[in-house]
């Protein structure tokens, strides 16, 4: 049988906590962020976590990659 490859896409976008959430960075943080309000800007900080119905799937195209 062959083995599933991991999706080098979300290896690169999403992490798996100990608990087995999936974080991943919030849209919209990278650049040109002079159009958004300070509220905007500060409610952006940090990591997201998906909700479980979805994470289920990027785990299993995560593999055994969880970093």
Same mark, same amino acid.
């Given at each position: 049988?062959?083995? $599933?490859?991991?999706?080098? #896409? ?7 906590? *100990?608990?087995?959430? @999936?974080? =991943? ?5 990278? =650049? /040109? $962020? @002079?159009? /958004? ?11 997201? @976590? /998906? *909700?479980? @119905?979805? *994470?289920?799937?990027?785990? $299993? *195209? /995560? #593999?055994? +990659?969880? +970093?």
């Amino acid at each position: 049988m062959p083995k $599933q490859k991991t999706h080098k #896409g979300a290896k690169k976008r999403f992490r798996i906590t *100990a608990r087995g959430k @999936v974080k =991943h960075r919030r849209a919209g943080t990278s =650049h /040109l $962020q @002079v159009r /958004l309000s300070s509220k905007r800007k500060r409610n952006l900080r940090g990591t997201g @976590v /998906l *909700a479980s @119905v979805s *994470a289920t799937k990027i785990i $299993q *195209a /995560l #593999g055994k +990659y969880s +970093y």
